[in-house]
């Protein structure tokens, strides 16, 4: 991983079109501004991470599963 | 009474007042705004969350504290006012809101819990968002029963 220190003000660069700009730092939270390309996808990763499991947990809520959960949750609480 | 078709119950008649509303969506389903929110005694505490949009959409999900009884929520001013809580009132789990973590089951292996991005409906308005908690050390994935093994 490229590691940059940057203070307030100060911007980088990524590929063409895409400017990352520390905007304010105040304690442990950094706000940062983004300039990109309408096409380029700016999501949290949390957000990301959140959407995927969403997805998969969508996918595993089948009939078979609902039993199979309440048989689980019942051997760990007997 | 309204009806609809679900995944796990047929199709179903339903009150009004069991339909929970996400204005913004769920991340990955951001057209999904509204849920009718399914308790029954046989699978308590499992709860299910059911699309009225789309049938075959089910969300299984556990109370948070059953996941995790030190589960802890933080909800920012901007998450507060989607969900038409007062700004400084302390709130009440169970009370005022209900934190849900959705469940995942992946074939083979161990069921987990989304404990990073809880669903929090208020219980007034019935308004309910799924939020995201960075920095709290919560996963996404968290399996269930971890924390009673790390106990023993």
């Known amino acids: 991983m490229l590691v940059i220190r940057r203070r307030a003000g ?14 304010d730092v105040t304690g442990s939270r950094v706000k ?44 760990r609480r007997p | 009474m309204p009806r609809c078709h679900t995944k796990e119950f047929g199709e179903l008649e339903f009150d009004e007042a069991a339909v929970v509303h996400f204005a913004a969506g769920l991340p990955a389903f951001d057209q999904e705004k509204r849920f009718l929110l399914i308790e029954r005694s046989e699978t308590a505490p499992v709860v299910f969350l059911q699309s009225l949009t789309t049938p075959h959409l089910l969300f299984l999900a556990l109370p948070v504290r059953f996941v995790d009884p030190t589960f802890r929520l933080k909800l920012a001013d901007d998450e507060r006012a ?21 469940l995942t089951i992946r074939p083979g292996s161990a069921v987990t819990a989304n ?36 106990c023993s």
């Open chain 1, 10 to 23: 100060e911007s980088v660069l990524i590929g063409e079109g895409v400017e990352i700009t520390v905007i």
């Open chain 1, 32 to 75: 940062l501004g983004i300039d990109a390309p309408v096409e380029v996808p700016i999501l949290r990763k949390e957000i990301q991470l959140a959407a995927r499991e969403n997805v998969a947990a969508a996918e595993g809520a089948s009939p078979d599963s609902v039993a199979m959960l309440l048989a689980a949750l019942r051997a």
């Open chain 2, 82 to 102: 989607a969900l038409g809580l007062p700004d400084d009132a302390a709130l009440s789990e169970g009370e005022d809101l209900v934190s849900l973590a959705l």
């Open chain 2, 115 to 150: 404990l990073l991005a809880p669903v929090v409906i208020a219980a007034r308005s019935r308004r309910a968002l799924q939020v995201v908690q960075p920095d709290s050390g919560y996963r996404v994935d968290h399996q269930l029963g971890e924390a009673a093994a790390s």
